[in-house]
């Protein structure tokens, strides 16, 4: 009886509690967004109907641009100062460039889908409704959130949803739900679905104080052209065809 009982309060108390603004509370999480620095972000990215994939990143003050960490990979990518650089453990690779083109762009494209899309939540052109409070656990932490649904205002945006599970006081996100339907030859349903976890960490110091000045990295070194050890065979061919080989210097 007492569980029911305290059941009921919580439920209760919930429902007592009052709706948000959910315009504001949109409009500052675009703000917050767009001011966003110093922060590392774990992802949990589940696609419908495939196995869930983790990503890191690091949020770094806008005039120091910021990083991409794929622990998958090995694969670091970093933009300052009107520059691209791109690090792989893998092959011990350096490359940089001027922040532009293709490469640039790919860049972009991986960040866009789940960062910085939401500093275009500032102008709140499309229908929003608030659905509930919900506390979710983030690691060690719960963090209690306002479940805010969005869909656009007419058909000629598309045909989508999407649900953002929104910290009032940080103005994060912590979970993005988002449900698409796309037309799609020789099927009968375009359905389509994305789960997005976030776990939001502050640093302490923005990046290039313990990335760009670490003793760890002068092991990189810029890649010009294809270098590789040469095996037994390597070696006796290169008695014939020396030009053939060239030999990977020792990184120290």
């Known amino acids: 009886m007492r569980v029911i009982l305290g059941f009921t309060f919580v439920g209760l108390a919930a429902m007592a509690q009052p709706q948000p603004d959910v315009n504001n ?94 500093e275009k939540l500032v102008a709140v052109n499309f229908e929003v409704e608030f659905v509930k409070w919900q506390e979710l656990k983030v690691g060690s932490k719960r963090v209690k959130c306002a479940v805010v649904r969005m869909k656009p205002k007419d058909a000629s945006q598309g045909v989508w949803k999407e649900t953002l599970w929104i910290e009032p006081e940080a103005a994060l996100v912590w979970r993005s739900l988002w449900e698409e339907n796309r037309p799609v030859p020789g099927m009968l349903s375009g359905d389509s679905a994305r789960q997005v976890d976030y776990n939001w960490r502050a640093t302490a110091a923005p990046i290039g104080d313990d990335v760009f000045d670490s003793e760890k990295l002068k092991k990189y070194k810029k890649v010009d052209q294809f270098t590789f050890i040469p095996g037994i065979g390597a070696r006796m061919l290169s008695k014939v065809r020396p030009s053939w080989v060239r030999t990977l210097a020792p990184l120290t």
């Not at 590392?40 to 990083?67: H, N, T, Y």
């Open 25 to 118: 509370l949109i409009k500052r999480t675009g703000e917050r967004f767009f001011m966003l620095e110093n922060f590392d972000v774990e992802l949990k990215i589940g696609q419908f109907g495939d196995r869930p994939m983790e990503r890191k990143m690091r949020l770094a003050r806008r005039e120091d641009g910021s990083l991409l960490f794929d622990p998958r990979t090995g694969y670091l990518a970093i933009v300052r100062d009107g520059r691209l650089i791109r690090i792989r453990d893998r092959y011990k690779e350096w490359t940089e460039q001027a922040a532009e083109g293709p490469e640039m762009r790919s860049l972009q494209r991986t960040v866009e889908p789940y960062i910085t899309r939401y």
